[in-house]
């Protein structure tokens, strides 16, 4: 069965980083579209970024841009969320997700077409 397996997480003061990994098992891998997303108390849960394994195309949502990085490493069916400069409203679970089809080297960071989630990895950033 799929498992995605997140890790990383942990708590750090504003301006910091963290690296975030997403480990797939079970899975095709090759050519699917994998993501992060993100969901704070009482807040709906929002896309962060998303790459497809295949080409390495990366998608990102408008308040990470320019502070994250999504990337992948095929050899070992893992995707990493680089976060740096981070902000105390970066704040929350953060979830893997993944595609059970193919949709092609431009991957919507949008919840509700992926397929596999993972049970999440809290981030805590504080002022």
């Known amino acids: 069965r799929v498992q995605l397996v997140e890790s990383g997480g942990g708590s750090v003061q504003a301006g910091g980083s963290l690296r975030l990994s997403c480990a797939a098992s079970g899975y095709t891998y090759n050519s699917k579209c994998m993501g992060w997303f993100r969901q704070a108390p009482g807040k709906e849960r929002e896309g962060v970024a998303a790459?497809?394994?295949?080409?390495?195309?990366?998608q990102y949502s408008d308040s990470v841009k320019g502070r994250f990085t999504i990337s992948r490493d095929n050899a070992k069916n893992t995707v990493y969320l680089q976060m740096n400069s981070l902000k105390p409203e970066d704040t929350a679970m953060y979830y893997c997700a993944a595609t059970l089809t193919t949709l092609g080297d431009s991957c919507p960071v949008l919840h509700y077409v992926y397929n596999y989630w993972g049970q999440g990895t809290q981030v805590t950033v504080s002022s």
């Open positions: 790459i497809y394994t295949g080409s390495g195309s990366t």
